[in-house]
C-alpha cells in the first residue's frame, strides 16, 4: 500500500548562496561601484514591495564562514518568478562582482504526521495558508542547511508503516515546540527539484538556539536513526543599510 505522508505545497523557494569577489570590487571605480549598489538597493526595494503586496517573500543574511559571502532567500509563487529574478540578478554590474556559492531550490512544504483528521479543506484554512507562503522573519540569524531521511536496508524512512513514522514525527515535532517562539523553521520540500530530500531553514534572534536544538534532536530517533545532512550555512541580517556598509571598502 501507498502510504506516502501527504503533503501541502506553498510558495517555490530559491536559497542563492554567492561569494563577492573582493580584489574586482575594491579595483572597480567609485562610480562603478555606487552604480552597482544602486542596482542592488533597486532588487531589495523591488522585493520588499513585492512581499508588502504579499506575492511573495525574500530574505536577505550574510554567511559567516567560508562557503559563502551572503544568501538571497526568495519566496515566489512560481518557479519562473525565481528563474527570471536570478536571471535578472545575474545580468547586474552587481552580480558581475560576486561568484555562485550555492543553491537550493525547492518548495514550502507541510505534511500530514501531525495533523488531526478532518474533513476540512487546509487549503481554505488561513493558518494553513500563512504557513505554506510565510512572510519570512526578519530575525538576527539565518541557519539553512538540506537534508535527507534515510534509505539503508536496516534503516529505510521510506519502508516504515505510517504509522512508525508519525510516532516518530510526533516526537520530533514535540522537541521543535520547545523552542516555539525562539526558533522559526520553515521547511521546503526538494525531491526532484535539488540534491537533497528538504531544505531546512531557521531563523533566530539568538543563535546559540540553532545549536541547542539541532544538537537536541541528533539524539531523537528520527534524526539519529533517519536524518542526514548537508552542509550549514550560518549568518547575520542584511538591510538596504547594512548591505551598503558591507560593500565600503
Ligand atoms: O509542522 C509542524 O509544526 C508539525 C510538526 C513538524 C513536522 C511535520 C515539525 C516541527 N517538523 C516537521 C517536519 Mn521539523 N525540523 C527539521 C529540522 O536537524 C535536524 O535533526 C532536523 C532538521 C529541524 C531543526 C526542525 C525543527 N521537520 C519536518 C520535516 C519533514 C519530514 C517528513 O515529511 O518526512 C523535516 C525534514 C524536518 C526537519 N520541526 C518542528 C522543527 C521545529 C522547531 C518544529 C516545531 C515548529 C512549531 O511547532 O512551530
Not at 200 to 220: G, I
Amino acid at each position: 500500500m501507498n502510504e506516502a505522508a501527504m503533503t501541502l505545497e506553498g510558495w517555490y523557494a530559491l536559497h542563492d548562496f554567492r561569494t563577492i569577489n573582493w580584489p574586482a570590487w575594491k579595483a572597480a571605480d567609485e562610480e562603478v561601484r555606487a552604480f552597482a549598489l544602486d542596482e542592488l538597493n533597486a532588487f531589495l526595494e523591488e522585493w520588499d514591495a513585492l512581499e508588502a503586496a504579499l506575492k511573495g517573500s525574500t530574505a536577505v543574511y550574510t554567511i559567516v564562514g567560508q562557503k559563502a559571502d551572503f544568501v538571497f532567500m526568495l519566496l515566489r509563487e512560481t518557479l519562473e518568478e525565481l528563474n527570471a529574478i536570478e536571471n535578472a540578478f545575474n545580468k547586474t554590474t552587481f552580480a558581475q562582482f560576486t561568484t555562485k556559492a550555492y543553491s537550493y531550490v525547492s518548495i514550502v512544504e507541510l505534511s500530514n504526521y501531525l495533523a488531526g483528521s478532518s474533513d476540512e479543506d487546509p487549503m481554505q484554512n488561513p493558518h494553513v495558508i500563512a504557513r505554506l507562503k510565510p512572510a519570512l522573519p526578519k530575525s538576527k540569524h539565518i541557519c539553512f542547511y538540506p537534508m535527507n531521511k534515510k534509505r539503508d536496508l536496516s534503516d529505510n524512512w521510506y519502508m516504515l508503516s505510517m504509522d512508525e513514522r508519525k510516532t516518530m514525527m510526533r516526537s520530533h515535532g514535540m522537541i521543535g515546540r520547545g523552542y516555539a517562539g525562539k526558533v522559526k523553521q520553515i521547511i521546503t520540500g526538494s525531491v526532484g527539484f535539488d540534491d537533497w530530500e528538504w531544505g531546512v531553514t531557521l531563523f533566530s534572534d539568538d543563535a546559540l538556539q540553532f545549536k541547542k536544538l539541532v544538537y537536541e534532536m541528533r539524539f531523537d530517533e528520527v534524526s539519529a536513526r533517519f536524518g542526514e545532512f548537508g552542509p550549514f550555512y550560518v549568518g547575520n541580517l542584511l538591510d538596504q543599510a547594512s548591505f551598503t556598509d558591507l560593500m565600503k571598502v
